[in-house]
Nanobody, 124 residues
Framework: QVQLVESGGGLVQAGGSLRLSCTAS????????MGWFRQAPGKEREFVAA????????YYADSVKGRFTISRDNAKNTVYLQMHSLKPEDTAVYYC?????????????????WGQGTQVTVSS
């Protein structure tokens, strides 16, 4: 098993930047394919970005492509989500997720482990 803890959320003005972190404990971090999802009030949780085990491959939702960057540091058991040019519509609780497999990496069902989430609020 793996336990995930997100941090780095907060309040930022439109056009600003934030970096989210997700630190894992438990089983070897490099064994996990990692993803970021978000859930806005009244909406379903949606895929944001994912990264392969060694970071060689990354995947993004169209809505964040070119503005967000996912990365990982396996030595620190941490995955990051760097967010630039933030928009009010990026306001959501952001969750990191982990799975041993990359199947369905853009679906909720593709991940067995989830963090508790961190709030990101973008003001206009």
């Amino acid at each position: 098993q793996v336990q995930l803890v997100e941090s780095g959320g907060g309040l930022v003005q439109a056009g600003g930047s934030l970096r989210l972190s997700c630190t894992a404990s438990g089983r070897t971090f490099s064994s996990y394919f990692m993803g970021w999802f978000r859930q806005a009030p009244g909406k379903e949780r949606e895929f944001v970005a994912a990264i392969s085990w060694r970071g060689g491959s990354t995947y993004y939702a169209d809505s964040v492509k070119g503005r967000f960057t996912i990365s990982r540091d396996n030595a620190k058991n941490t995955v990051y989500l760097q967010m630039h040019s933030l928009k009010p519509e990026d306001t959501a609780v952001y969750y990191c997720a982990a799975d041993l497999s990359s199947s369905d990496y853009d679906r909720l069902s593709g991940y067995d482990y989830w963090g508790q989430g961190t709030q990101v609020t973008v003001s206009s």
